[in-house]
């Protein structure tokens, strides 16, 4: 394993220290339990949101803390969900009195350990909600499964979320705003080349030098197939095809198209798969009217790219080009 | 038949934290299989975090005690074996409030307590492939082993065998809980990580309790 890190141990302190330290205009860390707030929380009168899972998907999610996104970030060790204690910490710290939205993943560490906390921030005269996104078209969606994992729409979803609090919205409206986003959004990523857990010190899965896992999740789980490699082209057809018949999105549809690198994946790759995503769905009347390009929720260093496609409506597009002033994301600043 | 001491409950922790000490490595590797990984490594952490706090835990009464052992897993395992693990001792301390002894029957009640408490928080049931293959069947054969009149000794070692039988009875089923069911068909043929843990606490309890 050849990381710059000093110990797996300490990997994760020590990176939301930086953090803190790179961004202090605009995000406070606090230690033991580990979360990250904004440095003017709470918001007086103002939803706030708190999200947060395993760490190893940096930006995702201490990144997107601050004005405009998220009140508070809580990090677990690398992909393994946080604790109770910490989201329970996160969620009086940033509390303005309007109440807390927790956006958690669909994983269930953190489905477990975010209903915990909410139980004991409920206890404690707090008013919570929780919205799981589960975006990825990768697994099949059934009763007898976890369900769908939570990816790329989180992202979305909590730019979206972030400025309808920021504009005053009600808890119950943030809330079912986020549940129709995760409703309109739809992901799949692939990997080229598997992640090294820092502590497990090899990598997660073996992937010959001339194969593809399409379907990955950002935990290095096995996907739908594994095949031949294949060009940057018939990748992006094969990641998009699923996406687009799941919800499905439809010719004159508006939609958000977001290309997402998993770590190892440069900005020259993604942006190659970035045209021809938008050459199929403008071939199918499908407009691209708002996009996103590079490395928000990653694994690692993880090679491959993920897509998500957001169906827009006029009310999301505006909380979507609203200002926002994060470490990760900031525009209209 | 002798009741079970404050002293006691506290050793049965010591037990299973050296238990899963010794098996780590085993159960990482049937969590990777299966899982992400971790089981092993999180579970230890966990265990190793309360024995930090022997002094404070072992001078307190049954009840404070497992809330201890809850509130530390809980705040140190992470992902969902904490949450279920600390559910099940939180739960479980709810009917140990002020108590320094427990009798055999009062015992299989709290155990009772915790498996609601994890059926009602993880929402699986007997044959989803998770640790309630083998802490149901457990607490069951205690139950009905005290409530016929045999010996402590007598229940554990037949919780211990039912909750073998019940890890067993994972390998061929197909995960419906958790990340082993983004796998399907292909979590058949390998041991749940959780229900592997839940038979050493069933084996700890059996080598401290009687």
Redesign the interface.
Known sequence: MKKLINSPENVVLESITGLGAAFSELIKIHTN?NYITRADAPVENKVALVSGGGSGHEPMHGGFVGRGMLDAACP??V???????QMFEATKAVNGGKGVLHIVKN???DV??F??AADLARAEGIEVEAVVIDDDVA??DSL???GR?GVGTTVLAEKICGAAAEAGHSLKEVAALCQNVNKNGRSMGMALTSCI?P??GKP?FDLPEDEMEIGI?I?G??GRTRTKLKSADEITEVLLQPIVEDLPYKSGDEVLLFVNSMGGTPLLELFVVYGKAHEILTRQGIKVTRSLVGPYITSLEMAGASITLLKLDDEMTKLWDAPVLTPALRWGV | MSNISSSQIFTWIERYAAQIAEQKDYLTQLDAAIG???HG??MHRGLQAILVKKADLQNTDIGALLKGVA?TL???????????Y??FFLQASTLAGGKTELSPREFGSLLEKGLAGIVL??KAAVGDKTMIDALQPGIKAYKDSIESGETMEQALSKAVSAADVGLSSTTPLI?????A????E?SAGHPDPGASSTVLLFRSAAETLC
């Open positions: 339990p677990g060790a992909f393994t969900s946080p604790t109770p204690d994983y269930t560490g477990l350990n209903e915990m697994v099949k007898w499964t976890a994992r857990v502590h497990a997660t999740g935990h789980e096995p | 992400d990984g971790d490594a999180n509130m809980i705040s140190t395992v992470g992902g969902a074996s904490g949450a279920l600390g559910t928080r993880g995960a419906r809980k958790g990340r069911s983004y796998l399907g292909r």
